[in-house]
């Protein structure tokens, strides 16, 4: 299959720095901001330190490693495939190889690109990341995330997901001026399961978006402010 693309973002590329505990981008005006993936990630850190003290440190960091591994090589496989480049298997994992498989035709309801791994931004929100791709999804314009996991969560527990899509919505429409239909998460196993979580309740997860932005900056804000003292 060959997919086709266009480009409403020009030539725009966001240079970014990690600092502790905050992944930054820089607008094109000098200032900046922090990622999407920062915020949703601090909204959502006590999760994680539970998460982490439940099953132990060392054994937290491998399965971080193992996942963080995964993750990569399959979205570098799956925008390879949408970018109409040849797969060379040899450069994979062969897990990824067996992920794509299944994936493959879910992928393929994906055409007329907009964008693949680009950045964005937003100057109203204060905010910027990297998406994985905006292209219409059986023929409707969506935001669309690839998610490797070891088993299918639920989607209860997917809104940082959804949150974190509807900031590159947003952030797409603030450049662009073309609005985006829906949200989509493909998420794949290496069991090869495959689930497609469908969302156009936008409206809902700007305002959870706006929530999450303001304990960031609340809690920076405070941070700052004992650091002064």
């Not at 000098?30 to 439940?54: A, C, D, M």
């Not at 937003?122 to 292209?135: K, T």
């Amino acid at each position: 299959m060959t997919f086709d693309h266009c480009n409403h973002l020009g030539d725009l590329e966001l240079i970014k720095k990690d600092t502790p505990g905050c992944r930054l981008y820089e607008l094109p005006d000098g200032q900046w901001v922090p990622s999407i993936t920062s915020v949703t990630s601090f909204y959502n850190r006590q999760v994680f330190v539970e998460w982490r003290k439940r099953i132990g440190e060392k054994k937290a960091n491998a399965i971080t490693k193992k996942a963080t591994t995964r993750g990569t090589d399959f979205h570098e496989a799956a925008q390879a495939y949408l970018e109409n480049r040849d797969l060379v298997w040899e450069d994979y994992l062969p897990a990824t190889q067996f992920m794509f498989h299944h994936a493959a035709p879910y992928l393929d309801k994906i055409n007329n690109i907009h964008a693949i791994e680009r950045t964005l931004y937003s100057e109203y929100l204060g905010l910027a990341g990297r998406v994985d791709c905006i292209a219409e999804y059986d023929g409707e314009l969506a935001v669309i995330d690839f998610k490797t996991s070891e088993k299918i969560k639920p989607e209860k527990w997917l809104e940082n997901y959804f949150v974190q899509e509807t900031f590159y919505a947003a952030a797409y429409y603030e450049l662009t001026e073309i609005p985006v239909k829906k949200l989509i998460t493909i998420m794949v196993t290496p069991a090869g399961e495959v689930k497609v979580f469908d969302k156009r309740n936008k409206g809902d997860y700007i305002k959870l978006l706006v929530r999450y932005i303001k304990e960031f900056v609340s809690n920076n804000t405070r941070t700052a402010a004992n650091a002064e003292e």
